[in-house]
């Protein structure tokens, strides 16, 4: 059972467009972190957003934590080709799950040039 | 500096044997976390290793069994396959410290089990 809602679940852009990955859950965590895993290869770690209401920014990659901890998502910027994955949020519940992370099932992203 | 390594990358078996799989955690790195990830799914966090003691387990069976050694690598023991264990497992490892240190999870590249 998957307790991170990930959506949308697919997602077909052109190079150059803009998008956005929403993680959400009813659930409390205490860091939520993004992952990029390609075909054949472990998930990459991309960032931790600790703080309700943190923002961080990778490049074109922007992530928000929700005020509340309960939710996140990621916006790409100006998508390339080399951005295409299969984008994974993962969160450790409050208050005694460090380490245990919880996966949502994924967004797969395809950009075209 | 190697990252998480995992061995072997592709193993196949029949239902009802046992499999050992392997993992090197990152240089510096004392913990090591273990999933399953099915296709189409989200990783599933089967247990973590911790001062060579099992810290915490997800929701498997006690057919999914590990170990982890002096040097903070790690065995991953599954008894009994059934079809349904086909799966690539991944390793995870994190860095020394308590708390959110242990959220911070770097992963090999699995090993892609098939249980025919």
């Known amino acids: 059972t998957q307790l991170l809602e990930q959506s949308p679940q697919f997602l077909s852009i052109q190079e150059g467009e803009n998008l956005t990955v929403y993680c959400n859950s009813s659930s409390v965590f205490s860091s939520l972190q993004w992952y990029r895993q390609e075909p054949g290869e472990g998930p990459v770690l991309l960032v931790t957003?600790?703080?309700?209401?943190e923002v961080k920014k990778l490049k074109r990659l922007t992530f928000q934590f929700g005020d509340a901890r309960k939710d996140s998502s990621l916006h790409i910027t100006a998508a390339q080709p080399g951005d295409t994955g299969l984008y994974l949020c993962a969160g450790a519940g409050v208050p005694d799950s460090w380490g245990k992370l919880q996966f949502g099932a994924g967004t797969q992203v395809v950009v075209t040039p | 500096d190697a990252g998480v390594t995992q061995s072997p990358t592709h193993l196949i078996k029949t239902r009802g044997q046992q499999v050992t799989l392997r993992c090197s955690p990152k240089s510096g790195h004392d913990t090591v976390s273990w999933y399953q990830q099915a296709l189409g799914q989200g990783p599933q966090f089967i247990f973590q290793y911790y001062e060579e003691e099992e810290r915490q387990r997800g929701n498997f069976p006690d057919r999914f069994s590990g170990h982890q050694f002096p040097n903070y690598s790690s065995e991953l023991n599954v008894n009994a396959l059934l079809l349904g264990d086909s799966a690539l497992y991944l390793c995870a490892s994190s860095p020394p410290g308590q708390g959110l240190a242990k959220n911070i999870q770097y992963f090999g590249a699995g090993t892609r089990l098939s249980v025919l």
């Open positions: 957003v600790v703080t309700g209401g």
